[in-house]
């Protein structure tokens, strides 16, 4: 059976904490960041690069000596688009991403300014509803825990429904828009996916995905296995 593990930011890097990264000095960033050009399930319609984003740490705005690291993943610190789901990533690691299997994504050059240097980077964009072509909803369970998996109701309820969204307009109108799965079952075409952005979960990878970027030493990451196991159905 193939695991699946959430990938996550890491808290820390060679004993420091990595910086965010901050928009505040990409050009055009109103367009960038705003409502206008991008969406959760559309790319930006015109061909964008985002230059350039400025480490930042987190805590005291303005620390003393500045950021003394950056990594191959980092979080936002402030100026990000909105509306989407997009992951700020060093060149190696997008290449490395490259060579395996994404749900619909793009990527739009970056560039980081760190210690008076310019480094290459990329946004990379995960549209959000893509998941949905690949769970199959007959063999599926949500329930009505919160994203914690803590019941914030009196009683524990399972249920199967036809769609995401058959399941969202149930949880808003019942369950206190609280949600999360009981059990996931996809289809055979996921096992040909190694990265894709899942609700509740946020960015799930492959185990040889997790392999590889072990092995190619990439910063800023660390992993954790799903709290659901993703179990395959014979539908295509």
Not at 116 to 121: L, V
Not at 211 to 225: D, K, L, Q, S
Request: glycine share 6%; with cysteine; proline share 6%.
């Amino acid at each position: 059976m193939t695991t699946y593990y959430q990938l996550l930011k890491a808290d820390k890097v060679d004993g420091k904490v990595p910086p965010g990264l901050d928009g505040t000095h990409v050009k055009n960033k109103a367009a960038l960041f705003g409502f206008n050009e991008v969406s959760a399930n559309d790319f930006y319609k015109t061909a964008v690069s985002f230059d350039f984003f400025v480490p930042k740490d987190f805590g005291d705005p303005e620390p003393a000596e500045g950021p003394q690291i950056i990594c191959d993943l980092h979080q936002w610190r402030g100026e990000y688009p909105i509306g989407g789901q997009f992951m700020p990533i060093s060149e190696k690691l997008q290449k490395l991403f490259q060579q395996f299997g994404i749900q619909k994504y793009r990527f739009y050059p970056a560039k980081v300014l760190f210690k008076e240097r310019i480094y290459p980077y990329a946004i990379l964009q995960l549209l959000m509803n893509d998941f949905e072509q690949y769970i199959d909803y007959t063999k599926t369970l949500f329930n009505n825990m919160d994203i914690d998996g803590d019941l914030t109701l009196s009683e524990k309820k399972v249920l199967q429904f036809d769609s995401f969204e058959d399941m969202e307009n149930h949880s808003d109108d019942n369950w206190d828009f609280n949600w999360n799965y009981e059990k996931i079952v996809m289809k055979t075409i996921f096992r040909d996916i190694d990265l894709i952005y899942l609700p509740q979960l946020n960015e799930v990878v492959s185990e040889r995905l997790k392999i590889a970027i072990e092995e190619a030493g990439i910063t800023g990451v660390e992993f954790e296995e799903l709290p659901v196991p993703i179990e395959f159905s014979d539908e295509v």
